[in-house]
């Protein structure tokens, strides 16, 4: 489109004898950083995506196991109505890696189970030599290396610390 004022806006390169290479790299600079930046947001939507995938594998994990239970929808800790009181696992101080033994092997002689599908019997918890799960350790094996992994990726993204 042109309009009147366009018309007669100065054309510096239409100038004889301007070099039409300033132009050039101009229109250039403009557009090779829109072109990364294009790029960069694509990656990083998809990075993102990824993300929210894997928290909603946590979530799914934290739902199927019924953690919120004992320990609360929010992980604040349970009220010990129905089922036994878990503590707050908004305050725990436990770290990925013994949030994961917790949650695989559970704490044996309390009321917290282990979720692994193999804990015990095929993955080694506590130390102990690989065999059947110790008396006082409450089983619930419904839970693959897997799901635990993205539990507690969840757990660190969204209830510990909140
Ligand atoms: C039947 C009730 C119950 C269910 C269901 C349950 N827990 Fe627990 N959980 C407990 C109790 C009780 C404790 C505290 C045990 C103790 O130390 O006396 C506990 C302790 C924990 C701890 C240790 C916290 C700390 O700071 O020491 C973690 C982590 C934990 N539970 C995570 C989970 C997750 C994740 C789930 C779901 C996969 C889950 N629990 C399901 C009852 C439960």
């Given at each position: 489109?042109?309009?009147?004022?366009d018309?007669?806006?100065?054309?510096?390169?239409?100038?004889?004898?301007?070099?039409?290479?300033?132009?050039?790299?101009?229109?250039?600079?403009?557009?090779?950083?829109?072109?990364?930046?294009?790029a960069?947001?694509?990656?990083?939507?998809?990075?993102?995506?990824?993300?929210?995938?894997?928290?909603?594998?946590?979530?799914?994990?934290?739902?199927k196991?019924?953690?919120?239970?004992?320990?609360?929808?929010?992980?604040?800790?349970?009220?010990?109505?129905?089922?036994?009181?878990?503590?707050?696992?908004?305050?725990?101080?436990?770290?990925?890696?013994?949030?994961?033994?917790?949650?695989?092997?559970?704490?044996p002689?309390?009321?917290?189970?282990?979720?692994?599908?193999?804990?015990?019997?095929?993955?080694?918890?506590?130390?102990f030599?690989?065999?059947?799960?110790?008396?006082?350790?409450?089983?619930?094996?419904?839970?693959?290396?897997?799901?635990?992994?993205?539990?507690?990726n969840?757990?660190?993204?969204?209830?510990?610390?909140?």
């Open positions: 489109m042109t309009s009147e004022v018309s007669h806006m100065p054309r510096l390169w239409l100038k004889p004898g301007h070099t039409p290479v300033s132009a050039a790299l101009g229109s250039a600079r403009g557009r090779v950083p829109a072109m990364a930046l294009i960069v947001l694509s990656l990083c939507s998809a990075a993102l995506a990824q993300n929210a995938a894997a928290l909603a594998a946590g979530e799914n994990a934290w739902d196991a019924g953690c919120l239970q004992c320990h609360g929808a929010q992980g604040q800790g349970g009220d010990g109505g129905e089922f036994p009181a878990g503590p707050s696992l908004q305050k725990t101080r436990l770290d990925r890696a013994a949030l994961a033994e917790t949650i695989s092997c559970g704490l002689g309390t009321q917290m189970p282990a979720w692994l599908d193999d804990a015990y019997t095929k993955r080694s918890c506590y130390g030599p690989l065999g059947p799960a110790p008396a006082e350790v409450t089983a619930t094996p419904v839970l693959s290396a897997g799901e635990i992994e993205a539990l507690v969840y757990l660190m993204a969204k209830i510990v610390g909140r």
